[in-house]
């Protein structure tokens, strides 16, 4: 595994800034002169207070809508400031302990991208990705023009960006679609940036297949965990636990090679307290989540139970994309609970830094109660979940195990020596063995 040292402790807290301060969609685009980019800033001791360790950011260079039609890789996109504005944002959450993540959009670009409008107009069109006559486009969205992964210039032109802005002060780079584009481009780029930048971490956006082979043959430091996503919001809306059991082999293999960035949410996809059928429920997710291996991370809302579904339309993103304004605005009791949970649990994966990468094994399977251990050495805990009617009995020595003491969990008193344990109907229990 070829993580930098500091991605151990690392714990994300995911923006997406266009919409998070209200610059797209908006019916007037914001000037440069807003530096709506520094309203993330006031957001930063927030993030702070909710135990997060790193700010993952969605794309902030110049394009024309959603970020991901890149105009100017080396233009802070006006509707969010300017450079210094982004200078200004590095600096402060660098202040407070945070590392910054970028995301890098280099499978294609936005129709107005410079080289594109040259080649459209008859030039140089080596740039780009073709099919017969025509501009190939990723996943037929005629706006996101295709790059060719085999040109030299283009790669030149990908290592020179990430280089930038590495120099300008981020820690590492989320490549979007990095599932579409070839793995022998990511294998030319990845070397160079790291030669004169060795502490970025680089994580490629890769949804299905082989994600131990791409990260071999790209050079990844880490791939998106979608499998293990699925299984967690899946197993507990169906009642079927086995799923989830054997998504977490799958990611213990994984974890034999490289270290997954791990979510229950993002920018991407219907938010956590949507997607569950049963709002008591979302705790549960957010427990695999932070007592599993993986680099986890928490998209901005989440954490205050913030609701919202992505629609496959126009615009079908904009409801999980939503402006924020001011900290638990408009949360009501159950935000603040959620709140206090991910603080709770954060703290408790903070504290157990060897969880980063632990391997769980399962000690009761059933399609309502799992309970599984999860170890890195002689460290571990274990974690029970149930989503049944009915209390969950789990004798301890049954399981192979001693007494344990209770950590963390629904209805459960804390730092209480027991032998053995009930998880209250819909609740969780996390356990320290002794």
């Keep these: 595994m070829s993580d930098p040292a500091w991605v151990e402790h690392v714990l994300w807290w995911q923006v997406y800034p266009l919409g998070f ?30 135990g997060a360790s790193g700010l993952a950011l969605g794309p902030v260079f110049h394009s024309r809508t959603h970020g991901y039609d890149t105009i100017d890789h080396y233009r802070i996109d006006p509707r969010l400031g300017d450079d210094s504005d982004f200078d200004h944002l590095i600096g402060e959450s660098h202040s407070r302990g945070l590392r910054v993540l970028l995301d890098g959009v280099f499978n294609h670009v936005g129709t107005e991208f410079p080289r594109y409008r040259e080649a459209v ?25 295709t790059l060719d992964h085999d040109n030299a210039d283009v790669i030149d032109y990908t290592v020179d960006v990430m280089s ?21 481009f990511w294998a030319q780029v990845l070397p160079r940036v790291r030669q004169a930048h060795p502490a970025a971490w680089f994580v490629g956006e890769v949804i299905h297949g082989d994600y131990v082979a791409r990260v071999r043959d790209s050079g990844f430091d880490s791939v998106t965990q979608y499998e293990l996503w699925k299984a967690v919001w899946s197993s507990i809306n169906d009642a079927n636990f086995h799923e989830l059991d054997w998504a977490l082999t799958r990611h213990n293999e994984f974890l034999d090679t490289f270290v997954p960035l791990t979510f229950i949410g993002n920018h991407d996809v219907t938010r956590i307290a949507s997607r569950l059928t049963d709002p008591a429920h979302v705790e549960h997710a957010l427990v695999v989540l932070l007592t599993t291996g993986g680099t986890p991370s928490v998209y901005a809302g989440d954490e205050v139970a913030y609701r919202g579904v992505k629609e496959e339309r126009f615009g079908g993103d904009d409801a999980v994309r939503p402006e924020f304004r001011s900290p638990f605005d408009g949360v009501g009791e159950q935000g603040h609970q959620m709140f206090r949970s991910h603080q709770h649990l954060i703290g408790l994966r903070r504290r157990h830094p060897w969880l980063h990468e632990a391997r769980t094994t399962a000690l009761s399977v059933t399609n309502t109660g799992y309970v599984y251990i999860t170890r890195s050495g002689d460290d571990a805990l274990v974690v029970a979940l149930n989503v049944a009617d009915e209390p969950l009995p789990a004798a301890l020595s049954g399981l192979g195990l001693g007494h344990a003491e209770i950590v963390a969990g629904s209805g459960a008193p804390p730092a209480e020596v027991v032998p053995d344990i009930v998880v209250p109907p819909h609740g969780w229990v996390i356990l320290n063995p002794r």
């Design 21 to 50: 301060v209200g610059a797209h969609p908006a019916d007037t685009a914001p000037e440069p002169g807003e530096h709506r980019l520094r309203r993330i800033v006031d957001w930063l001791d927030y993030a702070v207070e909710l």
């Design 164 to 184: 930038h802005w590495l120099a300008r002060g981020a820690d590492g780079w989320r490549l979007d679609a990095a599932y579409a584009v070839p793995d022998r």
């Design 121 to 145: 107009d008859g030039g140089d069109r080596s740039w780009f990705a073709t099919r017969g006559d025509d501009f190939a486009t990723f996943e037929g969205h005629e706006g996101l023009i």
